[in-house]
């Protein structure tokens, strides 16, 4: 999906530079087409622009959308979407509950909040939402080290891990995927330490 992205972005960019080579050649050629993927996966700069113009370019959006509605519907266990990875688990909501917990704490992150959003939003709108909890993970370590690199990164903080009840008995735990999140950051010591924290949501999601 990303070498579609890149190959979108390279046709929009050399198109709206108003370059005279023949560009479609160009990418016929496997190593120049390499060659301009790298360039562009390895710059921030570029993913963004080419975010922003692909938002703009309607064939590049509908290619996009559909990429994006067969991810949401290509499997449930383990599944990685844009911004969380997510696993159906089998069990009783609490226990899963406990086992989230364990799971952060072998990572060596804790549980800043724990937030009962189906009491809440239930309470305060009359509604049937089923069970739904929000856990506030943090590992302490990488919080402040992001915090001394960027004091505003905290308006991303904590990490969200959520877990609900499905109607099939099934538990679904969800995380947010820090990479994403901490994308808008232009801080690359930020975004290392998104990385590593990404690694560790990675390993809980899998434990479970």
Known sequence: ??????????????????????????LDREQTRNEIFSAIMSDHQLMMEFMKQAREHEHARLMME??????????????????YMSRMVDGDFD?????????????GMGVLCDIDVQQRINAATGGNLSRYRILGACHPHSAYNALMADDK???LLPCSVIIRELDDQQVEVAVVDPVESMGMVHNASV???AAEVKDKLSKVIQSL
Request: without cysteine; hydrophobic residues 45%; aromatic residues 8%.
């Open 1 to 26: 999906m990303k070498k579609l992205f890149t190959f979108l972005f390279a046709l929009l960019m050399l198109s709206a530079y108003g370059q005279s080579t023949d560009v479609r050649a160009m």
């Open 66 to 83: 559909g990429q994006h509605q067969q991810m949401e519907h290509g499997g449930k266990m383990g599944m990685q979407q844009d911004y």
């Open 95 to 107: 226990d899963v509950i406990d086992r989230v917990t364990a799971a952060l704490r072998a990572e």
């Open 153 to 155: 990164v905290g308006t």
């Open 191 to 193: 975004r290392k330490i």
